[in-house]
């Protein structure tokens, strides 16, 4: 059973960039699909991105499409969210999630694995 840990998250001003970090214990996670989702204040948590375990195929929520890219290192059992041109509407708590099978989720229940999140807040 993977244990995901989040790190990088912080807090930046508008138009500022951060790199999130995701580290799985388990090799086995180079085969699951791997995303990303957050949970703005007081509000229901959200995908962000997704990338399926080959790598060949990622998916962005809209609103971060063109500003956050998400990738992966099966050497280090790391998936990244690089996000750029932050707005204070990112500002949420940000978490990994993983899953085994091959289908690509888009929605958190469909994700079995999750690390405990980390903060990211964007000021004006």
């Known amino acids: 059973q993977a244990q995901l840990e989040e790190s990088g998250g912080g807090s930046v001003q508008a138009g500022g960039s951060l790199r999130l970090s995701c580290a799985a214990s388990?090799?086995?996670?180079?085969?699951?699909?791997k995303a990303w989702f957050r949970r703005p204040p007081g509000k229901e948590r959200e995908f962000v991105a997704a990338?399926?375990?080959?790598?060949?195929?990622?998916y962005y929520a809209d609103s971060v499409k063109g500003r956050f890219t998400i990738s992966r290192d099966d050497a280090k059992n790391t998936v990244y969210l690089q996000m750029n041109s932050l707005t204070p509407e990112d500002t949420a708590v940000y978490y990994c999630?993983?899953?085994?099978?091959?289908?690509?989720?888009?929605?958190?229940?469909?994700?079995?694995?999750w690390g405990q999140g980390t903060q990211v807040t964007v000021s004006s």
């Open positions: 999630a993983a899953h085994e099978r091959l289908r690509v989720g888009l929605h958190a229940f469909e994700y079995d694995y």
């Open positions: 990338i399926r375990w080959t790598g060949d195929s990622t």
């Open positions: 388990d090799r086995s996670f180079r085969t699951y699909a």
